[in-house]
């Protein structure tokens, strides 16, 4: 599977933003799909993933409840819905998938074949 993700730009803290990541390839609807963001000088970490039957997961104490994963299986797309923005979720940010039919999420990297190319909030009023 392919990715490419979208939607990335500048905004005002407190703004929202979705992000996109469109899929190409057979199956989708069997991959689960992750969100990981890295900011300058810093390590990838996991945000948020999404099940392939939909269940969005949030583990980060710094994004829950501000962070919602979902998939629309009929367009091959995952979004990320972020609100109440911070200069902290400043990143470039990439969606991933893990083939997955037990309808798990890892919150790992390597747990992940497949990679975006990422794209960059940046967050700054």
């Known amino acids: 599977v392919q990715l490419q993700a979208s939607g990335g730009g500048l905004v005002q803290p407190g703004d929202s933003l979705r992000l996109s990541c469109a899929a190409s390839?057979?199956?989708?609807?069997?991959?689960?799909m992750g969100w990981f963001r890295q900011a300058p000088g810093k390590a990838r970490e996991f945000v948020a993933a999404?099940?392939?039957?939909?269940?969005?997961?949030v583990t980060s104490d710094s994004v829950k409840g501000r962070f919602t994963a979902s998939r629309d299986n009929a367009k091959n797309t995952v979004y990320l819905q972020m609100i109440r923005l911070k200069p902290e979720d400043t990143a470039v940010y990439y969606c991933?998938?893990?083939?997955?039919?037990?309808?798990?999420?890892?919150?790992?990297?390597?747990?992940?074949?497949?990679w975006g190319q990422g794209t960059l909030v940046t967050v700054s009023s």
């Open positions: 390839g057979p199956s989708f609807g069997r991959y689960s």
């Open positions: 999404v099940t392939w039957g939909g269940k969005n997961i």
């Open positions: 991933a998938a893990r083939w997955d039919v037990s309808g798990g999420y890892s919150s790992r990297e390597d747990g992940y074949g497949y």
